[in-house]
Each structure stands twice: as structure tokens, then as C-alpha cells.
């Protein structure tokens, strides 16, 4: 639903997205990351056709951004940073004003800014004029303006920003709903535990580059290494079979904790938890130590993407 190819913009001598790649297939969430200024926003803009790359191409929706640009933004709901609302317009108004651009019908176009001013918690404000909407709610209303045509893909630049915590969970609750109604979804954010929440893959763009990308999982192995765990006693441990040191890695036991790293824990795992149990401990429970999305990140960019293909 989203393909870009070597996608580059270059502002007289200034490269601003340089040979940027990647695809996101129908169903999927994936989280553009990186420090303001990587080219986020310039990406978003090719592909929402009102930046015309310098060279290389993208599709959004089976359609190129270049030639058929009119296609593309029928088929995109757009949250920009800067979300050019009409501060005199009353919210309905303005929803009806943008749905009729989009040509929805009347009927439907009334059912749909009822039932958007519904979900996100504006009924009651939707004779209210957008100037006096707080930030959160401004940033509601952009996100409700995006979904007035029923689009196939979503770019949602920092979707929670401003908003209070009820909000954003209201607003990431709403978007996990249009992952499993099959949408296309594009977050660019700042929220590293938003996108590990909400994201299928995620790419991290330096410089106008990217470089890293693919899920979580395969990230933390690339850039943190092996998996860490923690196997839990029911008593002290003081000493273990020598067999373990060589049948999994980086191991340390903390009081009634032994914590070690391995790459194929289904392959490991039954191997050595029978090793504890012939050795008489008692096995509480193991659990995998998540590693945060930020180390992860701040790895990526602290290397430059040196190590990336």
C-alpha cells in the first residue's frame, strides 16, 4: 500500500531525504523514527504528492505520487504537524466543509462527522468554534478531519501530540481499530513506547537516511544482541551445573536469580530448565528481560547506521 525507492529531495545542495526505502503492506503500522530534522516530514510530503521528488518514486495505494497525484490524496488521511485549522469555523462546520472537498456524499458525510465528534469526545464542543479548542482538541479534530473519507492509508505525524494521557490512549486504541479494519498506517513520533506499542516494523532515519529498519524483535537482535533472561528460585542458589555455562551465555546469578542470554530460547529453554530441576532447584518462573525501545533507538542513531546493509 506504501512503497518508496530510492525516494530522494534535495533543496539546492541540501539533501534532505536521500535514497530512502522501505514498504508497508496493507494491515501493517509502521513508525518512521528520528531526531527532528532526520527528513521525516519531507517524506511525508512526496508521499502525500505535494513534494515532487528529486528522483526515485513512491506508490501509496497502487498509486504513483508524481503522475497521479490526484489519486493519491483521495486515498490518504493526513495529521500534519502544522494542522491548518480555521479558528472561526465551528467543528461541524469545518468537517463538513473538508468532507465536501472530498466529495463524500451528504448522507454519509453527516453520519461520519457525527459519529468522529462521537469517538473522540467532541460532541458536546461541535457547535464550539476551532479557536477555542485546546491543543488536545485541535489535534483530535485534525485526526477526525483525516478519517472523513473512509481512506485506505493514514500519515499520522505524532498522532498524541498535546494531548492529556485519557486522550492519547482514546487516540492509540483508535488506531489499533484501523490496523484490524486493514488500513495502511504511517506514524512519524517521538513516543518511542507508542511505537513499540502500535507498530508491525519500524524504521529510524538519520540525516535523511535510513538507517535501520525492520520489526522490533529483529532490531533489539541486531542492535542490543541476544535475548536476556531471568529464570527465578524458590530459594537462594549458590552454585549451578557447569554444564549451563556452556549451554547459554552472559549468565550471573543474583541471589535466587539466574539471569543469562540466548539466541534460540525454544531450543534452549526445555534443555535447561531440566538441568535445574535434576539439579534440585526449584523453578518459579522465567521471563524474557524486555529491552526498551529507546536503547534500541539511541543505538541506532548514536552508530550512524554504520552497521546497516
Known sequence: MISAENLVKKFEDFVAVDAVQFSVAKGEVMALLGPNGAGKTTTIRMLTSILKPTSGSARVNGFDVETQSREVRASVGVLTENHGLYNRMPADEYLEFFGQMYGVSKHTLKKQIGDLLDQF????AAKQRVGE?????????????????D???????????????????LVRNMIEELKTNERTILIC??????AEVLADKIAII???????????????????????????FAHEVEELDDRIYDLVDDVQIDKNILKYSCDDPELIHPKLLQMLVDQGQEVVFINEVRQSLEKLYLQAVNNGGEDAA
Do not use: C, F, W
Not at 133 to 149: D, I, P, T, W
Not at 189 to 194: K, V
Open 189 to 194: 513520533t517521538h513516543n518511542l513506547s507508542e
Open 206 to 232: 538519520q540525516d535523511g537516511r535510513i538507517i535501520e529498519s525492520g520489526t522490533t524483535a529483529e532490531l533489539r537482535k541486531k542492535l542490543l544482541g541476544s535475548p536476556h533472561y531471568e529464570i527465578h
Open 121 to 124: 469526545g467532541l460532541a458536546k
Open 133 to 149: 479548542y485546546s491543543k488536545g482538541m485541535r489535534q483530535k479534530l485534525s485526526l477526525a478531519r483525516s478519517l472523513l473519507h
Open 151 to 169: 481512506p485506505p492509508v493514514l500519515l499520522l505525524d505524532e498522532p498524541t501530540s498535546a494531548m492529556d494521557p485519557e486522550s492519547a490512549r
